[in-house]
């Protein structure tokens, strides 16, 4: 089951410089807990039910992890770095490193692609520690943006906030969209955030005349 993962997992880890048999056991882990996110919900997740269906020893896992928090912190990390890499390369015309908040559309195509983990995260109970960890990277993409010295803003601490406003605001959109089975695109409903969005940042950045 864990090989459906593999082929397109949709939280790719941080790539390291290790052997293969290391690269192994980390997509086993990865794979496992997906699939058990899917499952059961994260909160009740144990590392040792991890560790059962990864095929993967104990010693083995806290060699390179902490405990399943940091193993899913690690999974997300991988995330972050393709969202902003979408984000800075140039697709075709639409998009480029000047585009603001332009992880947002690649992050809408990737929740859309990855519906079933999606609904087992979003809005709830089971999975208030994943959604806290996408906030936070949510909110790091933002951050990069507001920190740009083009597109600073304003008033000192104005930034975090606009940064957790903007993260919760995409987690909100995407629990409507999927719990309410919306017929729309991701780059419809990308199309929507930015309308409503852009123009509450631009009003707190510093003006560029």
Known sequence: MLNKFHAAVPFTMKEEKTDKRVTRTHQALRGALIELIVETGFEKLSVQQILDRA??????????????????RTSLDGLREHLAREWHSTTKGKMSPSTPLGFSLP?????????????????????????????????????????????????????????????????AIVTWWLDRNIKLTAEEIDAIFRQ??????????????
């Open 55 to 72: 095929g993967v020893g104990r010693a083995t896992f806290y060699l390179h992890y902490r405990n399943k928090e940091d193993l899913l």
């Open 107 to 171: 992050f809408f195509r990737h929740v859309d692609g990855h519906r079933k983990l999606y609904r087992a995260i979003v809005g709830r109970e089971s999975g208030i520690i994943v959604d806290r960890q996408m906030r936070r990277l949510l909110a790091e993409l933002v951050h990069e943006e507001l920190d740009s010295p083009e597109r600073r803003v304003r008033a000192t601490g104005a930034a975090d906030l606009a940064a957790h406003y903007v993260a919760g605001a995409l987690m």
């Open 196 to 209: 409503m969005t852009l123009p509450a940042l631009d009003a707190i950045r510093v003006s560029s005349k």
